[in-house]
Structures are given as structure tokens and as C-alpha cells.
């Protein structure tokens, strides 16, 4: 049966108690401010909102919302975004992926 | 592109937000609630995209400004206009009265900003203590 805090997504943390986390200063690393440069550039050419990407991230299920790194979330967000806005398929993005794979492996 | 200056529809010639928005795309009516105003933050739990915390839902408080009027982010979500623009408000509560185990002083307040879609008009009500000693500027 759905209840209520199945519509209260894992990202919805307000008020919630949470473990103590690391409140110190990082630098990102340059895959991280790609990411980031890339958000910005899909923004400028109305590719991506930023409610988008919130939606896209907020749907991403417990498991991987708690697993993933702040960028690693935005990269699974964005990259479903594009391919419901039809902008690159899922093929496209497999066989890109396993490309770069085959590059480093 | 901004084609003309127009003040929202409905508007009294105060100055508050909604007159600074230069747009087009004005909101459809003017806003529903006034500095001041006893509200109830709706106990709605959506699928989709919304920006009321959990945590504000079911909130007593009172309307401590309007922000504005914004294209509605649960529409930009899913890649519509979200237009018309939905109007903004900063809603006080009391802390005592959202968190269970607040130890801090009664006066302690929130504000959160809230759309007019997920608040409703509260009741005046005597011995009302949720609202009656919070201080906004009308």
C-alpha cells in the first residue's frame, strides 16, 4: 500500500537526524568542475533546467542517492534529462561509455 | 525580452514584489495573501518535483512578505513553461511548533518560502499560539 513517506523523497533531509559529515574545506576534482562547466553550458543553450536536474536527481532511489558523490548524482540526473529531451539516445550514451571505457581499461 | 512595463493585475498601487517583476508573463491574479495573514502550509505529499520541505508541511504561521511571482518549479521540472508565474511568500512558523524535541526559546522562528498553491488561509482563533505572537511588518 502507498503511504505518505513513500512521496517524501530521500533527498528531502530537513529536520531529519543525519550522522555527523566531514564540515571541511575541499577542492573539487577537475572531473567534478566539468561536470559542473557542463550543467552551465546545457543551461546557457536551454537544455537543461535547474528544476530538471533537481527532479532527475530527487528520483534517483535511496540507494544510489546515499551511494553517490554530489557530481556523480548530477552526472546520472543530467545525462537522464538529455535523453528524455530526445538531445542524445541511449545508445549513443552506451557506446560512448563503453569507448572511453575501452580507453582506459 | 521585456516588451512593456505593467503592473500586475489586481494591484492596488502598494509597492511590494510583485510590481518589480517586469514581464510579460504576469501572474494570472493578484496575490492571495498579505503580510501578516494566519497561514496554513498544505499537508500535500505530491509525486514529483516540489520545493516545500517535509519538514513545513501542515506549518502555522504567518506570511512575513511576498517574494514575487516565479515560473512554477514543479512544472520546469518536467520541462514545461510553469507559466503562469505563481506567487512567492516567506511564511514564519515557530520552531517549538515543528520540531518535537526543541529545547531552544518559544520566540525562535523559521522562515520559509513557500508558493500560494501550497498554503491556505488559517482561521483567526483565540489562544491561537502558533500565530498569535508572531511579528511581521504589514
Redesign the interface.
Known amino acids: 500500500m502507498i503511504d ?1 513517506s513513500d ?2 523523497g530521500i533527498h ?1 533531509l ?2 531529519r537526524l543525519q550522522e555527523p559529515f566531514n564540515q571541511e574545506e575541499h577542492d573539487y576534482e577537475p572531473w567534478e568542475k566539468r561536470v559542473h562547466a557542463l550543467r552551465e553550458l546545457l543551461a546557457t543553450k536551454n537544455l537543461l ?1 535547474v ?2 536536474l ?2 532527475s536527481v ?1 528520483s534517483l532511489g535511496e540507494e544510489k542517492y546515499k551511494r553517490l558523490s554530489y557530481y556523480e548524482k548530477w552526472i546520472w540526473g543530467m545525462s537522464q534529462v538529455m535523453v ?2 530526445g538531445v542524445i539516445t541511449d545508445e549513443e550514451l552506451g557506446r560512448r561509455i563503453a569507448e572511453v571505457k575501452n580507453r582506459h581499461d | 525580452m521585456i516588451e512593456s512595463i505593467e503592473s500586475s493585475p489586481g494591484s492596488t498601487g502598494s509597492t511590494d514584489a510583485s510590481q518589480d517583476t517586469l514581464s510579460v508573463n504576469s501572474p494570472s491574479d493578484a496575490p492571495l495573501f498579505n503580510n501578516g495573514d494566519r497561514v496554513e502550509v498544505r499537508k500535500a ?5 516540489c520545493r516545500t ?4 508541511r501542515g506549518a502555522k504561521g504567518i506570511v512575513e512578505r511576498h517574494c514575487g511571482a516565479f515560473a512554477n ?1 514543479e512544472e ?4 514545461r513553461s ?1 507559466l503562469p508565474p505563481v506567487h512567492l511568500y516567506r511564511v514564519r512558523a515557530r520552531q517549538v511548533d ?2 518535537a524535541s526543541y529545547a531552544g526559546p518559544v520566540l525562535d522562528t523559521i522562515d520559509v518560502e513557500v508558493f500560494e498553491h501550497w498554503l491556505v488561509a488559517a482561521p483567526e482563533q483565540l489562544g491561537d499560539e502558533a500565530t498569535d505572537n508572531l511579528e511581521v511588518e504589514r
Open positions: 505518505i512521496s517524501i528531502d530537513g529536520g533546467r528544476d530538471e533537481r527532479r530527487e528524455e529531451r | 505529499y505530491p509525486i514529483g518535483h520541505p517535509a519538514y513545513f518549479p520546469l521540472a518536467y520541462g510553469g515543528l520540531w
